[in-house]
């Protein structure tokens, strides 16, 4: 695709609930990041890929928190026994320093909602 | 952990009013970006810089990157409507590494 995709772009839960969300980086690239965006707040930074391999993963806030990409390219963030404090934007970016460009493209987010 | 600190937290400007923004951090970065964030959408880059000293202009956006690698202001030339959003400071210690987000600075343009 022309950018990067997130899906689902909204998501309502119930407090415990599970939630998984997907990233759809730009074809190519090898780089791929989570970031977390608090209500009126920046972007702050959960965990970075480069390729399949999670090269760090210090910013997941706790170990509810689980990221995978397993073949690459796709990415799943998944968030277990969901709580309100996770309400926010959720937003992927990807770079592809190798091919070149090292600018972070972002996708528009999902919103989660714990209720 | 690294924070930067940006201001100022809003602006209430008329059109076609210059737009002066900057961030500092307390610690160094070798690259500094100034994103653009509209409403349900992810940041956009405006600007990167990755010299120290180094002044870069994208349209009627002019950035610097200050010499003590610790700040970097944003101005923006001759405002429009469609310049109204929230901009973000953001520094990287390497290239392809996580990127440190400021606060935002919120830019209304009255009518």
């Known amino acids: 695709g022309a950018g990067v995709s997130q899906s689902p772009r909204y998501k309502v839960a119930k407090r415990g609930q599970d939630v998984a969300l997907r990233c759809d980086p730009i074809?190519?690239?090898?780089?791929l990041f989570w970031y977390q965006q608090a209500l009126g707040q920046g972007p702050e930074f959960l965990t970075y890929f480069q390729n399949e391999a999670q090269l760090d993963k210090s910013g997941l806030p706790s170990d509810r928190f689980f990221a995978e990409r397993p073949e690459g390219s796709v990415s799943t963030l998944k968030i277990q026994r969901t709580q309100q404090e996770d309400s926010a934007v959720y937003l992927c970016?990807?770079?592809?320093?190798?091919?070149?460009?090292?600018?972070?493209?972002f996708g528009p987010g999902t919103r989660l909602t714990v209720l | 952990g690294q924070q930067l600190n940006q201001s100022p937290q809003s602006m209430f400007i008329q059109e076609g009013e210059d737009v002066s923004m900057n961030c500092t951090s307390s610690s160094i970065f070798n690259t500094w970006l100034w994103y653009k964030q509209d409403p349900g959408e992810g940041p956009v880059l405006l600007i990167a810089l990755y010299k120290a000293g180094e002044l870069t202009s994208n349209g009627r956006l002019t950035a610097q990157f200050g010499i003590t690698r610790k700040d970097s202001f944003l101005n923006i030339s001759a405002s429009i409507p469609s310049d109204v959003g929230i901009y973000f400071c953001a520094g990287q210690l390497d290239r392809d590494d996580k990127i440190i987000f400021g606060k935002g600075t919120r830019l209304h343009i009255l009518p």
């Open positions: 074809s190519g690239h090898v780089s």
């Open positions: 970016a990807s770079s592809g320093l190798v091919s070149g460009t090292d600018t972070q493209y």
